[in-house]
């Protein structure tokens, strides 16, 4: 399984040549999904969004379509993703309506209350801590702003299961879980 795993093991932190391969791949593998997601966002028309775990910028990019008077702050902790990310929006990065930065969710480096819209695709599994990374996503959200998380797994599904099992830091949340870590951690804002 060594290859296999390598591979699979770059959803988590893409690095080099392998995870290139990846990251090129999660922008179409994920699209379909992806544009599922965004097309609950009816009622919101937000001028900052941040997009958590950006891969490879697909979304972000998608982002700035759907919406474009927004400017969409692209964050990923893997050199790899913020490298690829910035090439697929360096059109929007040149205009100004894109940034693509190096960060981590668990203390993320942005100014308080500033996004309407906080998105993450396909990404919480591998958050070190979700109280703690939802924390700060409420602290960078503006008061009323929106959270989407979009997950391909509902924390129970066997095939998710057995990834779960093979990447390392990698944890399929149940919706129970995810839902009692946001009010968690938006009772912890409050304090």
Sequence with gaps: MGLFKDYVSQTRKPEGFLGKMMVNGMNGGHAKMADWGMSHLQTIVPEEIVELGCGGGRNAGELLKKYPLSHVTA???SDV?????SEYNSEAIKNRRCRVQ???VSALDLPEGKFDLATAFETIYFWPGLEKCFGQVAKV?????VF???NE???TDNASLK?????????????EEIETALK???RLKRH
């Design 184 to 186: 968690n951690a938006k």
């Design 148 to 150: 989407m998380i979009v």
């Design 141 to 145: 959200l503006k008061p009323g702003g």
């Design 102 to 104: 190096q960060g981590d």
């Design 163 to 175: 990834f779960e099992k093979i990447i390392e830091g990698m944890k399929c949340h149940t919706i």
């Design 75 to 77: 964050i990923d902790y």
């Design 153 to 155: 797994s509902d924390g």
């Design 81 to 85: 993703s913020v490298g690829i990310a």
